[in-house]
């Protein structure tokens, strides 16, 4: 591999989405915006949902909207060749995206999330509308309706469409 450049692995339930020599990789964690470059230190953090890209000495950047996961990056200490790494004077880094749902961007149906996040929105509204649901401010300790279940989930939907239109539509401005 090329200098600054390191392994990275995205896996999903149902496949190895991308395999792939990385110069950088950009993506958010619980405790915000994370960049992983070569000689990153070790790491085991969350991935929250966001638009996940890996930059690449070649080509251009591969964008993916992963709906939440893990990443751990590992930075070993012996050479490709077997010799110390100190000797070397390198490290060589692996970074692993675990996701529980990913997409390419070129591989999402901007139509078809487009009608997610319509068909969301007006769900919201009616649910909000019929007042079944708890209101703010209401004590935590309150049973939830089903509505309440339902609403939940409706906006988790809602987000997930919204991620995958803004992958779909185009890179973030830099």
Not at 26 to 31: A, F, G, H, K, M
Not at 86 to 95: H, I, L, N
Not at 126 to 145: C, I, N, Q, W
Request: hydrophobic content about 40%; proline content about 5%.
């Amino acid at each position: 591999m090329a200098d600054g450049e390191f392994q990275l692995q995205v896996v999903a339930p149902e496949a190895n989405l991308l395999e792939t020599p990385a110069t950088a990789v950009v993506l958010r964690s619980s405790d915000g915006d994370l960049t992983i470059l070569d000689g990153h230190t070790d790491l085991i953090t969350d991935v929250v949902p966001t638009e996940v890209r890996v930059d690449r000495s070649e080509g251009e950047a591969i964008r993916l909207a992963v709906h939440g996961g893990f990443l751990q990056v590992e930075t070993g200490e012996l050479h490709p060749d077997g010799e110390a790494a100190e000797a070397k004077g390198d490290r060589s880094t692996r970074a692993t995206l675990l996701a529980g749902v990913a997409e390419r961007a070129e591989e999402i149906d901007l139509p078809r999330a487009e009608w997610a996040k319509e068909e969301a929105e007006t769900r919201i509204e009616e649910l909000r509308a019929s007042g079944k649901t708890r209101a703010e401010g209401v004590a935590e300790d309150t049973p939830l309706t089903p509505e309440d279940v339902e609403l939940a989930a409706t906006e988790a939907a809602l987000a997930r469409a919204e991620l995958r239109i803004a992958v779909a539509s185009g890179p973030t401005p830099s």
